[in-house]
C-alpha cells in the first residue's frame, strides 16, 4: 500500500521542550517537503529536501531543523526555539522536481 | 514575491447548483497551477494541475482553467454534491532554481447542502 505515512496524528509540546514529528513515504520519491498551515492562511514552506542528505530552508525555517538520512523519511524537529509551533504540519513528496506533490495525513501540534 | 489569492474565502450552496471558485495570482511566470482539496483535519489530494501552456483540464465534475496572462484560474464543479463539501487550495508552481516550490493560496471553503 504505497503512500505517505505522518505520525503521530496529535502530539503535544510542553514550554522549552523539543519534538520530533515523522514522515515516511514508500513511493520511490526524491523529493520531500514539509508544510506549516495555520488557520486562514495557506500552506507555508518550512523545509524542503530535492535528494538524500542534501535539504534546503523554505520560507519559514527559523525554530525547525530537518534530516534526510534515508530517502523515505524526513523527520521535522520543532525546537523550542519555534515560539508559536501551534498549527496543522504537513508532510509531502514528489518524484522529481517538476512532478506533482503528494501530501500525507498531517500532524496537529498543540502547546501545553 | 507571488502572492495567491482565493475569492470566496467560504460558499455554501444547495446541492445540483453548478458553482465556480476563483484564484488569482500576482506574478505570471508560473510552471504549473494545481487544485487540491482538503477535508477537515486531513491533508491534501490534488485534483487537477494545469500546465502554463495549457488553458483547461477537466477531470469528471471538474474543470479547471487557467489564463496565466491575467494571472488567474477557476474551477468549475458541476452538478454539486454534499461530499464535494471541503476546503478547495489552489496552488502555483515556479522552479527558482532550485525546488518544487508551490505558493498557495487561502482556500476557499465549500459547504454543498442537500
Redesign the interface.
Given at each position: 500500500d504505497g503512500g505517505?505515512t505522518?505520525s503521530p496524528k496529535y502530539l503535544f509540546r510542553k514550554e522549552g521542550q523539543n519534538v520530533t514529528l515523522s514522515c515516511e513515504q514508500n513511493l520511490n520519491h526524491d523529493?520531500m517537503?514539509w508544510y506549516r498551515q495555520d488557520p486562514?492562511?495557506?500552506?507555508?514552506?518550512i523545509y524542503?529536501s530535492?535528494i538524500v542528505n542534501d535539504f534546503?530552508k523554505?520560507d519559514i525555517a527559523e525554530g525547525y531543523s530537518v534530516s534526510r538520512e534515508k530517502k523515505e523519511s524526513f523527520p521535522l524537529t520543532v525546537t523550542s526555539a519555534q515560539k508559536n509551533p501551534t498549527a496543522?504540519y504537513?508532510c509531502?513528496s514528489?518524484l522529481?522536481?517538476?512532478?506533482?506533490?503528494?501530501?500525507?495525513?498531517?500532524t496537529?501540534l498543540l502547546v501545553l | 514575491k507571488q502572492e495567491?489569492t482565493q475569492i470566496p474565502a467560504a460558499l455554501s450552496v444547495p446541492e445540483g447548483e453548478n458553482l465556480v471558485l476563483n484564484c488569482s495570482f500576482t506574478d505570471s511566470a508560473i510552471?504549473n497551477l494545481?487544485w487540491?482539496r482538503q477535508d477537515p483535519?486531513?491533508?491534501?489530494?490534488?485534483l487537477l494541475?494545469i500546465q502554463s501552456s495549457q488553458r483547461e483540464q477537466t477531470s469528471g465534475r471538474l474543470n479547471a482553467s487557467l489564463d496565466k496572462s491575467s494571472g488567474r484560474s477557476t474551477l468549475y464543479i458541476a452538478a454539486s454534491q454534499p461530499g464535494d463539501s471541503a476546503t478547495y487550495?489552489c496552488?502555483v508552481r515556479r522552479?527558482t532554481g532550485?525546488?518544487?516550490?508551490?505558493?498557495?493560496?487561502?482556500?476557499t471553503q465549500l459547504k454543498v447542502e442537500l
Open positions: 505517505i505522518q523529493a517537503y486562514g492562511q495557506g500552506l507555508r514552506l524542503y530535492q534546503q523554505g496543522f504537513l509531502a514528489s522529481g522536481q517538476q512532478e506533482t506533490q503528494y501530501f500525507g495525513p498531517g496537529r | 495567491v510552471y494545481q487540491f483535519g486531513k491533508g491534501l489530494t490534488s494541475l487550495l496552488a522552479l532550485g525546488g518544487n516550490k508551490l505558493t498557495f493560496g487561502t482556500g
